[in-house]
């Protein structure tokens, strides 16, 4: 209900503070790179360079011409998925919301880069940790990690709880992490 992308059936919705959406398809603006992650917000360099460590972005610096003045193309053409994610992902955290929406950020990454991002911005020692965060995912090695887990199926709430309840109880996501892993026992 705050993106309008569900219907709310029953209940109320209430946020408090400023929101910050991360869409799994990361948008760009044909502008610089520096452009892209402080959007219109005033610069703190301490903050800024902060961001592009944690977002794992220091190494792509290193790469461009241009560094973080490196002109981004139409829609990002000049630049890969990951790198697109990460810098949507930075433009996120540069902002200081209140909340934080993140729809499967850490698809587009591969997995050490994922890790880095999730210890170093979603999880709970990151930049982000005194912050609301709301992470919809599939990668479920984060699982134990979150405080809370919503399980969805055919767009209902089937199971919630923390990491260790849903487990415990026996239930559709225990069944689901039991053949997960039997899947990659035999892989």
């Known amino acids: ?39 219109g917000k005033e610069e703190d360099k301490c903050f800024y360079y902060k961001v592009l460590e ?29 790198q697109k ?33 999730f210890d170093k911005v979603l999880g709970p020692n990151g930049i982000l940790k005194k912050k609301t965060r709301i992470l919809v995912t599939n990668a479920i090695s984060y699982l134990p990690q979150v405080d809370h887990v919503v399980v969805l199926e055919e767009g209902r709430i089937s199971e919630q709880g923390s990491y260790q309840q849903l487990l415990s109880s026996g239930g559709a996501f225990a069944e689901f992490l039991k053949n997960y892993l039997l899947d990659d026992d035999e892989n």
Not at 96 to 111: E, I, K, N, R
Request: glycine letters at 8%; hydrophobic letters at 45%.
């Open 1 to 39: 209900p705050m993106l309008g992308e569900m219907d709310k059936v029953k209940g109320r919705i209430a946020v408090r503070g400023s929101v910050a959406y991360v869409a799994q398809q990361a948008w760009m603006q044909n502008a610089t790179l520096r452009e892209n992650i402080m959007f």
């Open 54 to 82: 944690t977002c794992a972005l220091e190494r792509d610096l290193e790469l461009l011409a241009g560094a973080d003045m490196t002109e981004i193309g139409e829609k990002g053409v000049n630049l890969s998925g990951g």
């Open 85 to 117: 994610q990460r810098i949507s992902l930075a433009r996120a955290v540069y902002q200081d919301a209140s909340v934080y929406l993140m729809d499967d950020p850490l698809s587009a990454v591969d997995a050490h880069v994922g890790k880095h991002i």
